[in-house]
C-alpha cells in the first residue's frame, strides 16, 4: 500500500445517493477528505452527515455513488473491509462493552487467544503513540465519559486506521474535555492522518478544521477551505442558502407578519430564573435560562440535536427538577413529548386508558372506567381522532391519530400551559396541520404554549416569539428564519438577539 | 361483559391445550416405549375418574397452584419476573407453621386467618428483599428470586430439624396441627378445603384489583411502557413496583399458609413439589389473566393428578408429565409470538 502525501486526496466520494422509503438522505452527496487534513463535516439534523459516513465505513451501501481511496474506485462492504484499509468510525453512541476492561474492549474484534498482558502492552503502546491517557486495566463503566471516548478512539488507531471519522464527538463532553480532544485532533491530523469530524457546532469547526464541507438535504452545499470563511456563510449553508428563499417561506413571512399584530399580555405562567441542568457526568445540558411564557402566546425554540432543548422542556413541563435556579409552573403542565410510543402511549392499552394515563400518579380509589370512554369518545370527536372507538388499542391507530390522542388528552387536563417537542415528527401534511390547528387553538384560548421543533419553519410559523438554544445557552431572537438558525448555530446574531441571563 | 369472555376466551385455549397435551403425551409414551392406552386411561382416572378424583386431587392442586399463579400473574403484569414464588410460599407455610405453636385454644374462626395472614405477610416480606435489592442495588429480580428459592428451601430444612421440629424428635418435620385449626373441609369424606372458595374469591378480587382501581390501573401501565407512565402518568415507577413485589410475595405466602392449613397439617423439607415454578407457566398459560389462571391451574392441577395416578397404576414416571408442561409452556409461548394479537390482556 502506497502512502498518500500530505495534502493529497486521501478519500474521495462523488454523487452518492440513499433514499430510506422515500425519505432521501442522500441526494448526490460528494466529499473529499486530503491526507493530513482535519475535515469538518457539517449540516443540520437530518442533512445526511451520518448516512454519508456510515456509507464510508461499511455500515450502510449507497444506491449510488463512486468511492475513491488512495486513488482507486473501491466498494465497502462491511466496516471490518473499512478498517482493513484504514478507515475507523467513532459513533456518536459508544459501542463499547461496559463489564469489559479497556484492553479486553480494544482486543474485542481481533483474532486467536487473548492474552491480556499484550492486550494491555498493545493499549499503552497505542495510546502513548497518539498522545492520550488511557488505563488499560480500568472497567469502561467506571470510566467517565472522555475516558470512554478516549477508548473508543484509541480501540479504532488499535486498528493502524489512518482515517478516523468522528461522529458528533464534543457531544457528551465538558467543555474543557471538549476543548482537550479538538486539540489532539488537530496533533493527531497534523501527524499525517486524517480525520472526518461530524458537527453541528460551527466555532468547533472553524477552530479545528482545514476543509469544509456542508450538506444540506443531502447534498453538498458548500466545499471550501476553513480560513476562506467564516460562521455567517456557513450557517447560511447549512439552513439551505439563505438567499434561496421559496414561495412558501414568503408565505410563512407573511403569516408572521399578520401573527404580530395580535396582542400578547397575559399573565407570566411559566417562568425560569438563571435555570440550569447537570447530569451525572457533571455536564450542563441547561446553563443559566432565564425564560417567561405568558398565557396567549407560543414560544418556539430553535436548537439542533443535543443543545439541552430536551432537557429544557422537561424541566418546563414539570418532568425533570433543575439543578440550580428557580422554576415557577403550574401544577398539571401538558405535555407533549417527541417519543410518544416510549413516553406518552400504552401502545397494547385501549384508547380511555390511554386518556386515562394522564394523571394516573395522584389518582385514588376506583376508576370509573365508563365516564374515561365517554371522555375518550368526546376527545376523539373534538380532535378529529380517526379510530373506530375507545376501545381499540392505541397501536392500531396511524401515528398522525395517535399525536392528536395525545396532544387532545394533554390539552384536557392541563389549562394553563402546553408544552411540545417535534409534534410533527412522522406525520403527514394533513395531520400536521390539524395538529398545528391545536396549537392555535390553546394560545388563542390563553395557554402558555412552548414548541420546540428541528424544523425552523414550523418553529417560526407557529411561535410569537422564538429563542435559539445553543450550548445550553437560551438567546431570544427576531421572528426570522435565518436570523434564529444562525443563533442556535452559535452565530454572532449581532442587534437582532438578545441575550438572557446567559453568561456567554 | 369482556370479563366473561376473557374467561371463556382462555378455557377453550386450556381445552385445546389439553387436548395437544394428551397427544403430546401419547407419543412421548409410544416414544418411551410404554402402552399408552392403560397409562393414559390411568391418567385420566387419576385426575377425573372419580368424585374423589376430582375433589381431592385434581382441585386441590388447583388452589395452591392458582394462588401462587396470581402472584405471578401481578408482578409479570407489573413487568416484575418474578421467579421466586416457590421461595415466598416455602417461607409462608412456615410462618403460618410457627405461628401455629401459640394457637393452642383459639378458635378456629381466628386462628386460621392469623395463621393464613401470617404466611402472606411472610411472603411479601420474602419478595420484598428481592424488591429492595432490584430498586435500590439494580440486581435482577429473576436472578435475586431463583437465589431465595434456594435459601427458603434451606431455611425449611433447617426449621424442620430445629426450632420448628416436632417434639418427639424422629422425623424431620412440624409437629402437626391440632384439628381444630384445620381448614374446614367442604365435602365430608374429600380433602376438598375451604381454600377453593377463598381462592376464587381472591382471583376475582385481584382481577378487580388490576381492572378497576387506580393503583392496579398503576401496576399496569408500569408493567406495559414504565417511561410513559413516569411521563405521561406523572406515576412513581419504583414505588409501583415494589408495591407489586409486595402483593406478588403477599399471593405466594398465602399459597403456602392455605396448603398448610388445608393439606399437610405439618411443615416437612419438600412440602411443596415445585408448585411456585409450575405456577409461573399457569400464569403464562393464563397470559396473566387472574381469571384465567383458575382454568389453567385446573388443568395443571390435572396434569399432576394424573401423573401421580398414571405413576401408581401404570408404572409410567411421573416426569413424563413434567416433560409434557414444559413443552405446553413452549409452545404457548411459541403462539403468542407468532400471533401477537392479545386484546385480552388489558384486564377489562
Known amino acids: 500500500m502506497t502512502t498518500v502525501p500530505t495534502g493529497a486526496v486521501l478519500l474521495s466520494l462523488d454523487g452518492f445517493t440513499h433514499a430510506f422509503g422515500r425519505v432521501r438522505a442522500l441526494d448526490g452527496a460528494s466529499l473529499q477528505v486530503r491526507a493530513g487534513s482535519v475535515h469538518a463535516l457539517l449540516g443540520e439534523n437530518g442533512a445526511g452527515k451520518t448516512t454519508l459516513m456510515r456509507v464510508v465505513f461499511g455500515l450502510l451501501r449507497a444506491q449510488q455513488g463512486v468511492m475513491q481511496w488512495r486513488g482507486s474506485p473501491i466498494t465497502m462492504r462491511s466496516p471490518s473491509e473499512a478498517l482493513a484499509l484504514g478507515i475507523g468510525m467513532v459513533h456518536q453512541h459508544f459501542t463499547l462493552v461496559p463489564t469489559m476492561t479497556v484492553a479486553e474492549n480494544i482486543a474485542l474484534g481481533g483474532h486467536g487467544a487473548f492474552d491480556p498482558h499484550r492486550a494491555a502492552d498493545r493499549v499503552r503502546d497505542v495510546a502513548g503513540t497518539a498522545g492520550l491517557v488511557l488505563d488499560p486495566h480500568a472497567r469502561v463503566q467506571d470510566l467517565p465519559v472522555g475516558a470512554q471516548q478516549r477508548c473508543e478512539i484509541v480501540k479504532a488507531l488499535a486498528r493502524d486506521v489512518t482515517l478516523l471519522i468522528l461522529d458528533e464527538p464534543t457531544a457528551v463532553l465538558a467543555p474543557a474535555e471538549a476543548a482537550e480532544l479538538l486539540r489532539w485532533i488537530r496533533r493527531y491530523a497534523d501527524a499525517g492522518n486524517a480525520v472526518v469530524l461530524i458537527t453541528h457546532k460551527l466555532r468547533d469547526a472553524l477552530a479545528v478544521a482545514d476543509d469544509i464541507t456542508v450538506l444540506h438535504r443531502g447534498r453538498t452545499v458548500l466545499t471550501t477551505a476553513a480560513r476562506d470563511t467564516d460562521q455567517a456563510s456557513v450557517a447560511d449553508a447549512m439552513l439551505g442558502g439563505a438567499r434561496a428563499l421559496s414561495a412558501s417561506d414568503t408565505d410563512v413571512v407573511n403569516v408572521v407578519v399578520n401573527d404580530r399584530a395580535r396582542a400578547v399580555s397575559g399573565p407570566p405562567v411559566l417562568t425560569l430564573d438563571a435555570v440550569t441542568v447537570r447530569d451525572a457526568n457533571g455536564v450542563d445540558h441547561v446553563r443559566s435560562a432565564t425564560l417567561q411564557v405568558r398565557a396567549g402566546e407560543i414560544v418556539g425554540i430553535g436548537a439542533v440535536e443535543g443543545a439541552g432543548q430536551h432537557e429544557l422542556l422537561r424541566v418546563l413541563s414539570g418532568r425533570l427538577s433543575p439543578t440550580s435556579g428557580s422554576r415557577t409552573i403550574p401544577e398539571s403542565v401538558g405535555f407533549v413529548p417527541e417519543d410518544r410510543h416510549r413516553d406518552a402511549l400504552l401502545l397494547d392499552a385501549p384508547l380511555f386508558e390511554n386518556t386515562a394515563l394522564q394523571g394516573a400518579g395522584a389518582r385514588h380509589g376506583v376508576i370509573d372506567w365508563n365516564d374515561f370512554r365517554a371522555r375518550t369518545a368526546a376527545l376523539l370527536q373534538r380532535f378529529d381522532v380517526r379510530a373506530s372507538g375507545a376501545e381499540v388499542r392505541a397501536r392500531t391507530l396511524s401515528g398522525g391519530n395517535q399525536q392528536k390522542l395525545v396532544l387532545g388528552r394533554e390539552l384536557e387536563a392541563a389549562r394553563e400551559a402546553l408544552v411540545v417537542e417535534n409534534p410533527s415528527r412522522g406525520l403527514d401534511f394533513v395531520a400536521t396541520n390539524a395538529v398545528h390547528q391545536a396549537m392555535r387553538a390553546a394560545r388563542d384560548a390563553g395557554m402558555a404554549v412552548v414548541l420546540y421543533s428541528s424544523d425552523l419553519d414550523e418553529v417560526v410559523l407557529l411561535a410569537d416569539r422564538v429563542f435559539a438554544m445553543h450550548d445550553g445557552i437560551l438567546i431570544e431572537s427576531v421572528k426570522d428564519r435565518d436570523v434564529l438558525g444562525r443563533a442556535m448555530l452559535g452565530g454572532d446574531i449581532g442587534d437582532a438577539g438578545v441575550a438572557l441571563g446567559a453568561d456567554a | ?348
Open chain 2, 1 to 348: 361483559m369482556t370479563a366473561l369472555r376473557a374467561f371463556a376466551a382462555t378455557t377453550v385455549r386450556v381445552v385445546v391445550l389439553l387436548a395437544i397435551a394428551l397427544a403430546m403425551l401419547a407419543a412421548l409414551l409410544i416414544a418411551t416405549g410404554h402402552d399408552v392406552v392403560p397409562a393414559l386411561s390411568a391418567m385420566v382416572r387419576g385426575a377425573f375418574g372419580s368424585y374423589y378424583a376430582i375433589t381431592s386431587a385434581t382441585i386441590v392442586r388447583m388452589v395452591p397452584l392458582a394462588l401462587a399463579g396470581l402472584a405471578v400473574s401481578v408482578a409479570f403484569r407489573a413487568g416484575i419476573l418474578n421467579i421466586g414464588a416457590e421461595g415466598q410460599l416455602l417461607v409462608g407455610a412456615a410462618a403460618a407453621t410457627a405461628i401455629s405453636g401459640t394457637l393452642v385454644g383459639v378458635p378456629w374462626s381466628i386462628g386460621i386467618p392469623v395463621m393464613l395472614l401470617a404466611g402472606a405477610i411472610a411472603g411479601g416480606a420474602w419478595a420484598a428483599i428481592a424488591g429492595a435489592l432490584r430498586l435500590r442495588f439494580g440486581v435482577l429480580e429473576v436472578i435475586s428470586t431463583i437465589m431465595l428459592n434456594f435459601v427458603a428451601q434451606y431455611l425449611t430444612g433447617w426449621l424442620v430439624r430445629g426450632p420448628l421440629q416436632e417434639p418427639t424428635q424422629v422425623n424431620p418435620q412440624s409437629a402437626t396441627l391440632v384439628p381444630e385449626l384445620h381448614m374446614p373441609v367442604l365435602l365430608e369424606g374429600t380433602r376438598l378445603h375451604a381454600g377453593v372458595l377463598l381462592v376464587v374469591v381472591v382471583a376475582i378480587g385481584v382481577w378487580w384489583w388490576l381492572r378497576s382501581t387506580a393503583s392496579g390501573f398503576r401496576l399496569r401501565a408500569v408493567g406495559a411502557t414504565p417511561t410513559a407512565a413516569a411521563s405521561a402518568g406523572g406515576i412513581d415507577v419504583p414505588r409501583t413496583m415494589f408495591g407489586a413485589f409486595l402483593v406478588s410475595g403477599l399471593l405466594a405466602g398465602l399459597a403456602g399458609s392455605v396448603e398448610y392449613t388445608g393439606i399437610t397439617y405439618a411443615l416437612y423439607e419438600n412440602f411443596s413439589p415445585g408448585y411456585g415454578y409450575t405456577a409461573i407457566a399457569v400464569a403464562l398459560l393464563a397470559r396473566l389473566h387472574p381469571l384465567g389462571v383458575l382454568a389453567t391451574a385446573l388443568l395443571f392441577g390435572a396434569l399432576q393428578a394424573g401423573a401421580n395416578a398414571m405413576q401408581r397404576d401404570a408404572g409410567v414416571p411421573s416426569v413424563v408429565v413434567s416433560v409434557v408442561e414444559a413443552l405446553l409452556i413452549l409452545l404457548v409461548m411459541a403462539a403468542d409470538r407468532w400471533r401477537p394479537s392479545r386484546a385480552d390482556e388489558t384486564g377489562t
